[in-house]
């Protein structure tokens, strides 16, 4: 049986942004578990995407992440805060994945990074309406990051024991979750 890998989404297009080191903390604990999972950035995004004739054809290389969304085991969510919502590059991104199957059962899990001390909850609870209505299936153990700057390193790891403990417990749970839901992401 082949393994469909699990996608990490990177929520933001800001290079270099908190949310990429985040992005990469959740693949290197998939990769401690041995779990096949990619990271998708959205600093990828052909500029192609944003003209107004993409809404009636995709450019090609968005076809190609659209296949990665479609085939992969699940989808975990990094997103920021940005004036209490997500940022609307990750609105877009959805909105130009096809409908309904890129979600319809698809397991979604979400991590929130903010400055905050809420740890971006709004921009989670409003994507969580986003994907329910989408049909994905959601998985409860969301990651809330407050003050998230101060808890990573220069290299992006991150420094803070609690936040990688629980980043790691999220990957580990949701990686069966997909599993038990027909992903196949669960290693081993």
């Known amino acids: 049986m082949t393994h469909r890998p699990l996608l990490v989404v990177s929520g933001t297009n800001r290079p270099g942004s908190v949310t990429l080191k985040v992005a990469r903390a959740v693949l290197g604990h998939y990769a401690k578990l041995g779990v096949p999972a990619e990271l998708y950035d959205l600093t990828d995004l052909p500029p192609d995407l944003f003209l107004p004739t993409a809404y009636a ?17 699940g989808l975990h969510v990094v997103t920021p805060e940005y004036n209490g919502s997500f940022p609307g590059v990750l609105k877009y991104f959805i909105d130009m994945l096809k409908f309904p ?14 400055g905050g001390v809420w740890g971006a909850l ?7 309406m986003v994907f329910a209505y989408r049909n994905a299936h959601l998985y409860p153990d969301r990651v809330f990051a407050p003050g998230v700057a101060a808890k990573l390193a220069a290299d992006g790891s991150v420094t803070d024991p609690d936040l990688d403990a629980r980043l790691a417990k999220q990957a580990e749970g949701f990686a069966r979750f997909a599993h038990v839901l027909g992903g196949h992401a669960a290693g081993t």
């Open 57 to 73: 054809a995709k450019p090609a290389a968005f076809v190609a992440v659209q296949q990665r969304v479609v085939a992969a085991a």
């Open 101 to 114: 199957e890129s979600f319809v059962h698809k397991p979604v899990a979400f991590v929130g990074v903010a």
């Open 122 to 128: 709004r921009p989670v609870e409003q994507l969580q």
